[in-house]
T-cell receptor, first 109, second 115 residues
Framework: RKEVEQDPGPFNVPEGATVAFNCTYS??????FFWYRQDCRKEPKLLMS???SGNEDGRFTAQLNRASQYISLLIRDSKLSDSATYLC??????????FGTGTRLQVFP | DVKVTQSSRYLVKRTGEKVFLECVQD?????MFWYRQDPGLGLRLIYF???????EKGDIPEGYSVSREKKERFSLILESASTNQTSMYLC??????????????FGNGTRLTVT
């Protein structure tokens, strides 16, 4: 089983900024990916699913680059409430998900 | 909305005690999972189950066992708790193997401290 790698951060950005995180994966056969958001001392919550080239939901955009084997998460117009750790997850099949260790985002006023 | 409920938010146990962590989901999901999460190590899979009475070892099963007697309930058992099992334990469920791309839904976690 191969790893999912993320920059741990922290990324410190002002409100209103655009910020992007990347996540690399090793298994070229993986078909689906997820971004989860985890607040301090809370459980991870699903933010977005990525099945093909990408997905967009409001201020959040996820992109999948199969050639380079990475997925990215773009957050536009950052809010204070976006401060959290963002977990990248690879589905290698058979319902076993591989989690990255997370990227911490801190949005300041 | 999927609800995954873990019976305790915080537990403090002594070394050598047998510990039971309970998890219940209300969405008729086939798959259930137990993870532990430690700083710098991310989420690590302990055990998972695709169906009642079946279980599969994850990446770090040593020192743990599980029980799934009913579809909605998945229990994690620490046979003899040790201090290196102090961690955040997260239960999760997903729809089933017929939906290979379905995400996990997590319970709110149990923070276990073994002294």
């Amino acid at each position: 089983r191969k790893e999912v790698e993320q920059d741990p951060g922290p990324f410190n950005v002002p409100e209103g900024a655009t910020v992007a995180f990347n996540c690399t994966y090793s298994n070229s056969a993986s078909q689906s990916f997820f971004w989860y958001r985890q607040d301090c001392r809370k459980e991870p919550k699903l933010l977005m699913s990525v099945y093909s080239s990408g997905n967009e939901d409001g201020r959040f955009t996820a992109q999948l680059n199969r050639a380079s084997q990475y997925i990215s998460l773009l957050i536009r117009d950052s809010k204070l409430s976006d401060s959290a750790t963002y977990l990248c997850v690879e589905n290698q099949g058979t319902d076993k998900l591989i989690f990255g260790t997370g990227t911490r985002l801190q949005v300041f006023p | 909305d999927v609800k995954v409920t873990q019976s305790s938010r915080y537990l403090v146990k002594r070394t050598g005690e047998k510990v039971f962590l309970e998890c219940v989901q209300d969405m008729d999901h086939e798959n259930m999972f137990w993870y532990r999460q430690d700083p710098g190590l991310g989420l690590r899979l302990i055990y998972f189950s695709y169906d009642v009475k079946m279980k599969e070892k994850g990446d770090i099963p040593e020192g743990y066992s599980v029980s799934r007697e009913k579809k909605e309930r998945f229990s994690l058992i620490l046979e003899s708790a040790s201090t290196n099992q102090t961690s955040m334990y997260l239960c999760a469920s997903s729809i089933g193997t017929g939906w290979p791309n379905s995400p996990l839904h997590f319970g709110n976690g149990t923070r276990l401290t073994v002294t």
